[in-house]
């Protein structure tokens, strides 16, 4: 997927974009401030936010204008990705219960392009069908969760 690009580089918003669209059965929507919105059957995985009441600078009150959601497969892989204080992503209230992360894409370039693309990969993983999303697999060698006996469900 990463093609030719140093993935030990860091990750950018441009690499969000083209990391996405490399994904299969992906279309691009833009929300109504014209925001990219990355679905997969339908189904967002990707999602540009606008700025809202709570993602705002502690500091300030200043609403954040660069924050991506990345959703993802379960509240521990939530947990793995928002536990550590040092990690560039977060959550908010508001997303309690909703498996998603957010990230500002200011902070992006602490991610190399190899991490940012397993977070791609993993939110998009996290919304396509079953069917799409072994297929995906298969087809570089990987296995499901399930087959893999890490979890008893499809949709772990």
């Given at each position: 997927m990463l093609g030719s690009m140093?993935?030990?580089?860091?990750?950018?918003?441009?690499?969000?974009?083209?990391m996405a669209m490399t994904m299969p059965?992906?279309?691009c929507e833009h929300g109504p401030a014209g925001n990219p919105v990355y679905q997969?059957?339908?189904?967002?995985?990707?999602f540009f936010r606008t700025p809202r009441p709570d993602a705002a600078d502690p500091a300030t009150g200043e609403r954040y204008d660069d924050v991506i959601m990345f959703w993802?497969?379960?509240e521990a892989d939530k947990h793995a990705l928002t536990g550590d204080p040092r990690s560039p992503f977060f959550t908010t209230a508001h997303f309690d219960g909703h498996p998603s992360v957010l990230v500002r894409a200011s902070r992006l370039d602490e991610l190399s392009r190899e991490e940012l693309a397993e977070v791609v990969q993993e939110a998009w993983l996290s919304r396509a069908s079953a069917r799409r999303g072994?297929?995906?697999l298969a087809s570089r060698g990987l296995r499901t969760r399930?087959?893999?006996?890490q979890c008893r469900s499809t949709h772990c």
């Open positions: 140093d993935t030990a580089e860091p990750a950018t918003v441009a690499d969000v974009h083209a059965h992906v279309t997969v059957g339908g189904k967002s995985f990707i993802v497969a379960s072994a297929q995906w399930v087959e893999s006996g």
